[in-house]
């Protein structure tokens, strides 16, 4: 079934089912085992694998592509890897809070650049949905206590963190607005081949460095191993649905609308399901996070 020629309502909604599948079995598997930054790698290897393979399939086993998607698709793929590095190593070093609302910026790079490159016309509705959704991220993901101080090398890594994040965005958005935005699926099977190689190369770096300076790790039991690959298959499944259609989108869809959007639903969705689902007690900051986040959703929908 070609999902392009469906509504775009339609498209946004199987989007965040998957997408917020994946956060909750995520979160639940990260609750359960806490891992470290080397399992992390690993994690992300394993899901990059299956989506890639998935898409691999999906595209007839065949996959044609331009120098221009392979390129592209090479620095997607770096760029996810990076990031997730910059991202763990923020907030290792500095203070939880303020090291996801300097990261979250990218929410707005990545929504303004529509009026600065691709000619989109901003109006002051979608600048006040842009700021209302990053104050949504912030307050729901800002709650996390941490004694840890503020010093410039911490702040380096949350801007370059932040960066990387919008460049991610950025690289899908430049993609769909050229010639070879038809090239969705051979663009991602590489972007996520790069970042298999990537994470599995940050792994035996990270893991090496663990071993030398911890001693050699006792081996994972066959119920850790089993629930690692459960989680990499169900989350590389998931990834396999929502990352074309974001790609598309990103390319049809107004960045300050879509970014917005696809960074801050699912986040609202997963805190709903949370206190519905799981009953878990959400933090007043929570509360306040999710009526930004539907005064955002309201800007966007009258512009």
Known sequence: MDFTKLPIAVIFIITLIA???????????????EPDIAHLFLINAGISFVCALILF?????KIGVSLFSLLFGAFFGCAMGLYIIAEA???QSGPYGLSMIIINGSTAITALSGALFFSEKLT???????FLMMACIFLATGNRKSQKKANIKWLLICVCAMFLSAAVGLIQKI????????????????????????SLLA?????KRANTNDGERA?????????????????????????????YLSGVVDTAIFFPLINGVPLMCVLLAAFLLFKERLAKRQIAGLFCGIAAIVCFFIV
């Open 19 to 33: 997408t917020v599948t994946r956060l909750l079995y995520n979160a639940a598997y990260m609750k359960k085992n």
């Open 175 to 198: 993609h769909q607005n050229s010639v070879h935005k038809g090239e969705r699926t051979g663009f991602l099977v590489f972007a996520f081949v790069f970042s298999t190689v990537f």
């Open 124 to 130: 002051l509705l979608k600048v006040l949905g842009v």
């Open 219 to 247: 081996r994972p039991t066959k119920e850790a191993v089993q629930s690692l690959v459960l989680l990499m298959v169900i989350c590389g499944v998931c990834a396999a649905f929502y990352n074309p259609i974001n790609l």
């Open 57 to 61: 399939c999906v595209g007839g086993f």
């Open 203 to 207: 792994y035996w770096i990270f893991s």
């Open 89 to 91: 190593a923020a907030i």
